[in-house]
């Protein structure tokens, strides 16, 4: 097994793992609740699919490109993102 690939997929896992967990604070503290999770989704998916790959020691690059697309995608819009569900939502 690649150790690049096994590396980078656990990264990927335990940022998916940490961003809802921070966007649940976030919630607890006073932020938008329906933005915050619906930003949150992909990591959700992210992290499920992540465990289950690591827990059966199956790596997949497809699932590290996925991740850095996705992860780096919400991390750009996500300001503009999150204004446009809020606005979208509180209609």
Do not use: C, D, H
């Not at 990264?11 to 949150?40: E, V």
């Not at 499920?48 to 819009?77: C, D, F, P, T």
């Amino acid at each position: 097994m690649n150790r690049s690939l096994v590396i980078i997929s656990r990264i990927i896992l335990y940022y998916s793992i940490f961003y809802p967990i921070m966007k649940i604070i976030a919630i607890a503290q006073g932020a938008w609740l329906l933005p915050n999770l619906i930003i949150a989704a992909p990591f959700l998916i992210l992290a499920a699919l992540g465990w289950r790959l690591n827990k059966q020691k199956n790596y997949s690059w497809l699932y590290v490109i996925a991740g850095v697309v996705v992860i780096s995608l919400i991390r750009y819009y996500e300001t503009e993102w999150m204004f446009w569900l809020n606005e979208t939502f509180s209609s």
